[in-house]
């Protein structure tokens, strides 16, 4: 995938870099959600919300969704 961000600063110098990613597969997708929620919320629980996630059109009420993304307090100097 051929990638194209242009910026225009202020005083009116413009930058522009390009970039050719891959597509995530589902699997690259599904351990990248992995490792990141792992980082913060441990690894059952990134196992737990996972499919909950997933299924997120499907649920008939966003709010039992949102009392499982509630996690502790963290900060930088716990992870």
Known sequence: ?????????????KLRE???????????LDSKFSYLVGLRAGNAKAGELAPVLKRL???SNIAD???????????????
């Open 1 to 13: 995938m051929h990638t194209v961000v242009d910026f225009t600063l202020k005083h009116g110098r």
């Open 18 to 28: 390009e970039a050719e990613y891959r597509r995530m597969t589902k699997v690259d």
């Open 57 to 59: 059109d499907a649920v």
């Open 65 to 79: 969704v949102v009392v499982q993304l509630e996690l502790p307090h963290a900060s930088f100097e716990q992870i």
